[in-house]
């Protein structure tokens, strides 16, 4: 099984529609959970952090959930700009430097 | 503004011919990090220093070498790249004990 699990996708997504995903990791110690973004042929930039009581930021919301050990994105009222790969990333050990990364989920948002 | 600074952002180099890819941070980071991304996949870290402490990844293979020769600056040696080392170079920094991980903009390396 994997470290960091995620539905590859692709999302295709009509623009103004709400679009979730979820991610899965395997290691119950994990102590800090990011998204980040990638657009094509562009770096990884953080997105959010993902709190165990949940945030949100503007249309963005992400949750974790420690005891099923998943980790979701909710993006609402997408916008043609949202189109990017997703990547899920967990780091396993407070002030551990190393993060595993997911394959990412592509979303396409259609116009 | 850059925080992450990469150098090249494409570099071609011809098969087996040693290549040295740059990267700086102004964010006086502890810990700078070499991942290797290809198409579709996701990022795979290759080593990181925290401070002067290397930590090499098991399965990078010996073609690959960093040196860090102080806080702002790390350095990707490929001695001999293949046609399979064709890939973006990420750099990335971050402050054990906080925050998350920066990248920079990447170079893309092509091997002929």
């Known amino acids: 099984r994997k470290e960091v699990e995620q539905d590859p996708g692709p999302f295709n997504v009509p623009e103004g529609a709400t679009v979730a995903f979820n991610c899965t990791y395997s290691n119950s110690a994990s102590q800090s959970f990011f998204w980040y973004r990638q657009d094509c042929r562009k770096e990884p930039k953080l997105l959010m952090s993902?709190?165990?009581s949940g945030n949100e930021d503007g249309r963005f919301t992400a949750q974790l959930n420690r005891a099923s050990q998943y980790i979701s994105l909710l993006i609402r009222d997408s916008k043609l700009s949202d189109s990017a790969t997703y990547l899920c990333?967990?780091?396993?050990?407070?002030?551990?430097?190393?993060?595993?990364f997911g394959t990412g989920t592509r979303l396409t948002i259609i116009p | 503004d850059a925080m992450v600074i990469q150098n090249p952002r494409y570099q071609v180099t011809q098969f087996g011919k040693p290549v040295t890819l740059s990267c700086s941070q102004t964010?006086?980071?502890?810990?700078m990090y070499w991942y290797q991304q290809k198409s579709s996949q996701a990022p795979k870290l290759l080593f990181h220093y925290y401070d002067k402490d290397f930590n090499n990844e098991a399965d990078t293979p010996d073609n690959f070498q960093s040196r860090r020769p102080n806080t702002s600056f790390c350095f990707l040696d490929i001695r001999s790249p293949g046609l399979g080392d064709a890939a973006m170079y990420l750099c990335a920094t971050f402050q054990r004990g906080a925050g998350a991980q920066y990248f920079g903009p990447g170079t893309r390396l092509l091997v002929l």
């Open positions: 990333v967990v780091n396993s050990n407070f002030g551990n430097e190393k993060l595993t």
């Open positions: 964010l006086n980071h502890n810990v």
């Open positions: 993902v709190y165990s």
